[in-house]
Nanobody
């Protein structure tokens, strides 16, 4: 009922920047929190950043000062601006949205992920 499509991943050199986007579509009444998570090879999925519908944000300590989450409520889209990228940022980045539809209240939906590789 809700589809999340991420874009913007790719290969970047250390110190470089990327901007991820995630657009939600479907029979959506409203979206509460949206966020980005990542999973590196051999590691568990971890929170990167979240943002509420009102714009309050939370960033993991490992990305504070380098990554910035934002959203466009009119477009049901969340962004992740990633600067000063490090090799340890290499991971598959997943978008998550807590959405209310006709069938479900505030249910978590996940995108399929986009790969970010930081390497020289």
């Amino acid at each position: 009922q809700v589809q999340l499509v991420e874009s913007g991943g790719g290969l970047v050199q250390p110190g470089g920047s990327l901007r991820l986007s995630c657009a939600a579509s479907g029979s959506i009444f409203s979206i509460n929190a949206m966020g980005w998570y990542r999973q590196a090879p051999g590691k568990e999925r971890e929170l990167v950043a979240t943002i509420t519908s009102g714009g309050s944000t939370n960033h993991a300590d490992s990305v504070k000062g380098r990554f910035t989450i934002s959203r466009d409520n009119a477009k049901n889209t969340v962004y992740l601006q990633m600067n000063s990228l490090k090799p340890e940022d290499t991971a598959v980045y997943y978008c998550k949205a807590d959405a209310t539809t006709r069938a479900y209240y505030n249910m978590a939906y996940w995108g399929k992920g986009t790969l970010v590789t930081v390497s020289s």
